[in-house]
């Protein structure tokens, strides 16, 4: 039985917790991904899974086979990479994973003409709100906000997202604009917490930032929850352009004036830091940031 076939299985389960969930993303039967589990365990002599009523885990020589496994399938791709780099047109899928708001507003839209453009890719896009570890989550790309976690990852920045303070129309009647710094600091403020960490908002001042601590009684990593309570009159949000531009032309919400212009943010792609990058990888990200460079889905306008 093909071992990088088996190892890949193995992985699959692994990562999902399911046999069912690695049949469906490896396009096998559920009895097929179990054979090559079982067959691994076989020529092994020893137990990788723990298969109980809760679902399926690694025992600690699972851990220790899928650990060298996940390594030996990437050097597998990155020699896949090296010879397809060869090829000029992009072929093949890319796992990617960014903010849903980010995702939903902004790189839906690039995929699809993209994809449209690249008829042999195929791309698969997840939403996570935190950020994936990219080797167990099999990611070629994750996309982020602000500042980056992970300094084992290449990051490359793609744009820069601008800012907006709004509310809703019946919340701007009761404020005086522009917002005063001192004034910020005693509204009611709602906090995107997946890019505002220790509740600070942002400004230029001119070339100078300036930063504010502000304080609120709603906080979510989800900027689409933010943006919901901001509508529905609860308090200020400081948010991407992207995220509110459409609900902001709908007069869901109003920008208002403060003290100082918000604080564009970073956008940057991670990957690993191989020595043959992808072509399909290297491809997408010029695509991406001409895309990005053309059009003003990351602005207010």
Not at 240 to 269: Q, W
Request: hydrophobic share 45%; proline share 4%; glycine share 4%.
């Amino acid at each position: 039985m093909d071992t990088i076939t088996t190892m890949r299985s193995l992985v699959a389960v692994a990562r999902t917790g399911s046999f069912s969930a690695a049949a469906r993303e490896l396009s096998v039967s559920t009895a097929m991904v179990s054979k090559h589990v079982k067959h691994i365990e076989n020529h092994l002599d020893v137990q990788l899974m723990q298969r109980s009523t809760r679902g399926v885990s690694l025992t600690d020589p699972g851990q220790v086979y899928c650990d060298y496994a996940i390594a030996i399938l990437a050097q597998v791709e990155e020699a896949e990479n090296a010879v397809s780099a060869l090829n000029s047109n992009p072929i093949g899928s890319l796992r990617i994973s960014c903010p849903p708001s980010f995702g939903t507003h902004v790189l839906t839209p690039m995929l699809s003409d993209y994809i449209l453009h690249n008829p042999a890719m195929k791309i698969e896009l997840g939403l996570q709100d935190d950020e994936p570890d990219l080797i167990s989550a099999r990611l070629d790309l994750i996309i982020r906000l602000g500042e980056l976690k992970d300094s084992s990852l290449v990051a490359k920045k793609i744009a820069d997202a601008r800012f907006v303070t709004c509310v809703a129309p019946n919340f701007a009647a009761k404020i005086t604009q522009p917002i005063a710094n001192s004034d910020l600091q005693k509204l009611n403020c709602l906090i995107d917490t997946s890019v505002q960490a220790n509740n600070l908002w942002r400004f230029m001042d001119g070339d100078k930032a300036v930063v504010i601590r502000v304080d609120g009684n709603f906080r979510s990593p989800s900027t689409e929850a933010v943006i919901q309570a901001a509508i529905d009159g609860l308090g200020i949000a400081f948010v991407p352009c992207y995220a509110v531009r459409h609900d902001i032309a709908r007069g869901d919400l109003v920008a208002v004036d403060t003290e100082f212009a918000p604080h564009s943010m970073e956008v940057s792609a991670m990957y690993l830091g191989r020595r043959h990058q992808a072509a399909k990888t290297r491809a997408f990200l010029a695509y991406l940031v001409d895309w990005l460079g053309r059009q003003d889905s990351i602005d207010c306008n």
